[in-house]
């Protein structure tokens, strides 16, 4: 910290107590008292440097031993300021620091200690070391920035508030490497005694710093709230980077609220907000206010904020209850980037007094809305024939809508097992994610399984509905598997599920079988260009055949049991269809639009069968066994 003495006498100032002698052989005549400390001192070297001191000692009544007793009240740092402005009449040796200057500048104002009561004095001093040390200098410009808290309305009047912070935002919005500046580490060799870099032995006034532009976070995270947000604000009309602004806040908003850096110990979740005395914990409404004031200053930008951060912001704004409008605020910013967001980011809990669910989801519809606003804007309204389900699920890299839609997911099945948790609720979530956001259903079918476990009272009625919300479809064949044998389904999903398994597996036979036909014919083709000399082919050619015939004699086991499922369904349904009437079965047939599945299925096999399969004889008993199981098919419709 960097400074600068005044005076050459040496101190002629003893300590007694509670009282300040001076030492110089001659009797005080007039004690000033300021607070709970008493200077018994000499008239003239004070009215000789301040107007004010000189008015008041001729105001003041004589006394016999020694002369008036005068009071000072409401001195800048009391008793200790006034002891250096004592010394600096006296002419004794005294040190101007970064520390005391604010003070000094203050009470020599406040004094009137100006050139007509002597060449030099105070005011000029404090004024010449401010504008030539101080405010070159970042350390120096920090320290001083931070006594102006105590006397704040009076440092604006003076403007050395403003001038400290323009000070430190020129230097944090310039990069000292644009002008051939050193940048060294922190207290590295190439430092002058005032904290500033040196530069072929001139001192720069930089402050020495790191290559990152995160150098002054640390720094400005000292200061109090108020001026820290002048700070911020001056430093945004100079143009500075929003994601530097955003940095700085958040570096701000870890220090001081509690709870959002879990990693940090207590000590460091020490606050200095004013007026909250420096070591002490932030109350509940000087968090709030600095919650008010971070959702204020933080840029309305994506990818700005770390997504966990807003998340952090967002449950202690709900615990404290703050403004509804930084609530809002905050939701928008989470919605933004919801993306981005994990599944514990979204587990929030409930802190309303009705308790009426474990964790928030009325909050995580409102998120989720947001991000759907925001999407369409950004997208120009995807719909379902945009996005591709094949290339969704080959790519490594998914869209934000469907990042969302399995995030989504995972909640609806970490929040199901909730015994309070409503049916129109959990529905209202599931649903408000677009049908083309989920290239598979599977995870919103496990969330429907853990609700249907949890509830087990729903009616049949509520069951369908809640089982309509998923496209049977959409499911993967694992969980096609574990569908058809889940008893919590409604039989009408179970039978869905079975015949779309069925249609799943059929389709792929098929597939396979071209493959097959087509292989065999390139090999053909192959062996007549190439000749008897290529043997290797011909081995590997009987290698691929195998694989396929594992394949395809899998698939027809399968289809087998496929078919004893459908055979038990069907009775079962006979013997529901016994007691509600002979029609039971029909009506269920057409709901379910069997017939109609039936002939695409007929036609697709009449498609296939066109293809040349004399050369093959596994082709043939792929598609005799595909004929035994539309006939099964169609025997089960045509009851």
């Given at each position: 910290m960097?400074?600068?003495?005044?005076g050459s006498?040496?101190?002629?100032?003893?300590r007694q107590?509670?009282?300040?002698?001076?030492?110089s052989?001659?009797?005080?005549d007039?004690?000033?008292e300021?607070?709970?400390?008493?200077?018994?001192l000499?008239?003239f070297?004070?009215?000789?440097?301040?107007?004010?001191m000189e008015?008041?000692?001729?105001?003041?009544?004589?006394?016999?031993?020694e002369?008036?007793v005068?009071?000072i009240?409401?001195?800048?740092?009391?008793?200790k300021?006034?002891?250096?402005?004592a010394?600096f009449c006296?002419?004794?040796?005294?040190?101007?620091t970064a520390?005391?200057?604010?003070?000094?500048r203050?009470a020599?104002?406040?004094?009137?200690m100006?050139?007509e009561?002597g060449?030099?004095?105070?005011?000029?001093q404090?004024?010449?070391?401010?504008n030539?040390v101080v405010l070159?200098?970042?350390?120096d410009?920090?320290?001083a920035?931070?006594?102006?808290d105590?006397?704040?309305f009076h440092?604006?009047e003076?403007?050395?508030?403003?001038?400290?912070?323009e000070?430190?935002?020129?230097?944090?919005c310039?990069?000292?490497s644009?002008?051939g500046?050193p940048?060294?580490?922190?207290g590295?060799?190439?430092?002058?005694?005032g904290g500033?870099?040196?530069?072929?032995?001139?001192?720069?006034?930089?402050?020495?710093?790191?290559?990152s532009l995160d150098?002054?976070y640390e720094d400005?995270?000292?200061l109090?709230?108020?001026l820290?947000?002048?700070l911020i604000?001056?430093?945004?009309?100079?143009?500075?980077?929003q994601?530097?602004?955003a940095?700085?806040?958040t570096?701000?908003?870890k220090?001081y609220?509690p709870?959002?850096?879990r990693r940090?110990g207590?000590?460091?979740?020490?606050?200095?907000?004013a007026?909250v005395?420096l070591?002490?914990?932030p109350?509940?409404?000087?968090?709030?206010l600095l919650?008010?004031?971070?959702d204020?200053?933080l840029p309305?930008?994506?990818?700005?904020?770390?997504?966990?951060?807003l998340?952090?912001l967002?449950?202690t704004?709900?615990?404290l209850?703050?403004?509804?409008?930084?609530?809002?605020?905050l939701?928008?910013?989470v919605?933004?980037?919801l993306?981005?967001?994990t599944l514990e980011?979204?587990l929030?809990?409930?802190f309303?007094?009705?308790m009426?669910?474990?964790y928030?989801v009325?909050?995580i519809q409102?998120i989720?809305?947001?991000?759907?606003?925001?999407?369409?804007?950004?997208?120009?309204?995807?719909s379902?024939c945009?996005i591709?389900?094949?290339?969704l699920?080959?790519?490594?890299?998914?869209?934000p809508i469907?990042?969302v839609?399995k995030?989504i997911d995972?909640y609806?099945?970490?929040?199901?097992p909730?015994v309070?948790?409503?049916l129109?609720?959990?529905?209202a979530?599931a649903?408000?994610?677009?049908d083309?956001a989920?290239?598979l259903d599977?995870?919103l079918?496990r969330?429907?399984?853990i609700y249907?476990?949890s509830?087990?009272?729903l009616g049949e009625s509520?069951?369908?509905q809640?089982c309509?919300l998923m496209d049977?479809?959409?499911?993967?064949l694992?969980a096609c598997t574990?569908a058809?044998q889940?008893?919590r389904?409604?039989?009408r999903i179970i039978?869905?599920?079975?015949?779309?398994?069925?249609?799943?597996?059929?389709?792929?036979?098929?597939?396979?079988?071209?493959?097959?036909d087509?292989?065999d014919?390139?090999?053909q083709?192959?062996s007549g260009?190439?000749?008897?000399?290529?043997?290797g082919w011909g081995?590997?050619?009987?290698?691929?055949?195998?694989?396929?015939?594992v394949?395809?004699?899998?698939m027809r086991?399968?289809?087998?049991?496929?078919?004893?499922?459908c055979?038990?369904?069907?009775?079962e349904i006979?013997?529901?269809?016994?007691?509600?009437?002979?029609?039971?079965?029909g009506?269920v047939s057409k709901k379910?639009?069997?017939?109609?599945?039936?002939?695409m299925?007929?036609?697709?096999e009449?498609?296939?069968?066109?293809?040349?399969?004399s050369?093959?004889?596994?082709?043939?008993?792929?598609?005799?066994?595909m004929?035994k199981?539309?006939?099964?098919?169609?025997?089960?419709?045509n009851?």
């Amino acid at each position: 910290m960097a400074c600068v003495k005044l005076g050459s006498k040496t101190d002629a100032f003893q300590r007694q107590g509670q009282a300040w002698f001076c030492t110089s052989g001659l009797p005080s005549d007039v004690i000033v008292e300021v607070g709970e400390m008493s200077f018994h001192l000499h008239k003239f070297p004070l009215l000789s440097r301040s107007g004010v001191m000189e008015r008041m000692i001729a105001e003041a009544p004589e006394e016999q031993e020694e002369g008036g007793v005068i009071t000072i009240p409401n001195i800048p740092g009391g008793a200790k300021t006034f002891e250096l402005v004592a010394k600096f009449c006296y002419g004794v040796k005294l040190e101007l620091t970064a520390s005391n200057v604010v003070y000094l500048r203050y009470a020599a104002e406040r004094l009137e200690m100006t050139e007509e009561y002597g060449e030099g004095n105070l005011i000029s001093q404090t004024e010449a070391f401010l504008n030539q040390v101080v405010l070159k200098s970042w350390k120096d410009s920090l320290m001083a920035l931070q006594t102006c808290d105590d006397v704040l309305f009076h440092t604006d009047e003076l403007h050395i508030t403003r001038r400290c912070i323009e000070s430190l935002a020129i230097k944090a919005c310039n990069d000292p490497s644009l002008f051939g500046w050193p940048i060294i580490e922190h207290g590295g060799p190439m430092q002058s005694p005032g904290g500033s870099v040196l530069w072929n032995g001139i001192s720069t006034g930089a402050r020495p710093k790191n290559s990152s532009l995160d150098w002054w976070y640390e720094d400005a995270a000292t200061l109090s709230l108020p001026l820290y947000t002048r700070l911020i604000s001056v430093m945004e009309s100079r143009g500075i980077k929003q994601e530097i602004i955003a940095g700085s806040v958040t570096s701000y908003a870890k220090r001081y609220i509690p709870g959002l850096n879990r990693r940090q110990g207590p000590s460091e979740a020490s606050s200095r907000l004013a007026p909250v005395a420096l070591g002490t914990t932030p109350s509940e409404d000087e968090q709030k206010l600095l919650l008010e004031e971070i959702d204020r200053m933080l840029p309305m930008q994506k990818s700005l904020v770390p997504t966990k951060f807003l998340f952090g912001l967002l449950r202690t704004s709900m615990i404290l209850r703050v403004n509804p409008s930084c609530i809002s605020n905050l939701e928008k910013r989470v919605g933004m980037q919801l993306d981005q967001a994990t599944l514990e980011d979204l587990l929030m809990p409930n802190f309303s007094y009705s308790m009426e669910t474990l964790y928030n989801v009325d909050c995580i519809q409102r998120i989720l809305e947001h991000f759907l606003a925001v999407d369409q804007i950004n997208e120009g309204g995807a719909s379902p024939c945009s996005i591709d389900d094949e290339q969704l699920i080959g790519s490594p890299s998914l869209p934000p809508i469907t990042m969302v839609a399995k995030l989504i997911d995972g909640y609806l099945a970490e929040v199901a097992p909730d015994v309070n948790l409503k049916l129109p609720k959990f529905q209202a979530l599931a649903a408000a994610v677009p049908d083309y956001a989920r290239p598979l259903d599977d995870g919103l079918y496990r969330a429907i399984d853990i609700y249907l476990k949890s509830h087990p009272w729903l009616g049949e009625s509520d069951r369908e509905q809640l089982c309509r919300l998923m496209d049977c479809q959409k499911l993967s064949l694992e969980a096609c598997t574990h569908a058809a044998q889940n008893e919590r389904l409604p039989l009408r999903i179970i039978v869905q599920v079975l015949f779309f398994e069925q249609l799943q597996l059929r389709t792929s036979i098929a597939g396979c079988f071209l493959v097959s036909d087509n292989l065999d014919g390139s090999r053909q083709l192959r062996s007549g260009v190439v000749g008897s000399n290529e043997g290797g082919w011909g081995t590997s050619a009987v290698r691929e055949n195998q694989v396929l015939k594992v394949g395809m004699d899998n698939m027809r086991m399968r289809v087998s049991e496929l078919e004893k499922e459908c055979s038990n369904m069907k009775q079962e349904i006979e013997k529901l269809g016994r007691t509600k009437g002979s029609s039971a079965w029909g009506s269920v047939s057409k709901k379910l639009g069997f017939k109609l599945k039936s002939q695409m299925c007929s036609a697709q096999e009449g498609s296939v069968s066109k293809q040349q399969y004399s050369g093959n004889r596994k082709g043939e008993k792929v598609k005799n066994s595909m004929g035994k199981q539309n006939k099964s098919i169609d025997a089960i419709s045509n009851e």
